[in-house]
């Protein structure tokens, strides 16, 4: 006599419990007029040295919160701290990436009172992160100079989901092989609507562009 028994799609599964709870902490956001950004990157692209910077130049005119993820560590949070907004940290407990859950989570335990605009800085990987929803209401990720122009080809799903890439340490093109059209191209095959913004988390190059898209997204959001 053959058994009968189910066959459980897990990964499936996962993915469509997660998508609801992202759609819901959207509609609490919204609600509560906080706009969250998810940024992602490989480790070493210069993350935090380009949030610290974006954070310097928005502050007083908003009200900033930021959740540091990792697997382990404080440093991240502490380096942010200094800015003056409020940081917390995340421990993820080994996983290589949030979800909706975990960032709802993350972001009741920052406190959401008086805050108009909340980075999520995801844990360094190209894989992982790409593959969850947050909840976020835009995705940013940061494609570093040294890293090379083929990212694109290698991540295409990382370069997919975000609404914005930045090509950070644009001050180090003379001392690497990047083709920047390249780069470009490659992105925009894979994502039309990515909006892409060369700049330098050092010298500060580039910033303005990417502050005004900030801004922008903010205000629409608060309006919506």
Known sequence: MMNTFKVIEIKQGVFEDNNRQADLLREELKKEKIFLL????SPGSGK???????????KDE???????ADIDSVVDAEKIATTGVKAIQLHTGGMCHLDAAMT??????????DLDFVVLENIGNLVCPAEFDTGSVKSAMILSV????DKPLKYPLMFSVCDVVLINKIDTLSVFDFDMEAAKSRIKKLNPEAQIF???AKTGKGFAVWADWIRAEVGKWKKA
């Open 146 to 149: 040294p890293e090379g122009d």
């Open 198 to 200: 060369p700049v330098s």
């Open 104 to 113: 709802r989570q993350g972001i009741r335990e920052l406190g959401t009172a």
């Open 38 to 41: 998810n940024l992602m990157s």
């Open 48 to 58: 935090t040295t380009v949030l610290m910077r974006t954070i310097g130049m928005l």
């Open 62 to 68: 908003m009200c900033i919160g930021v959740m540091e």
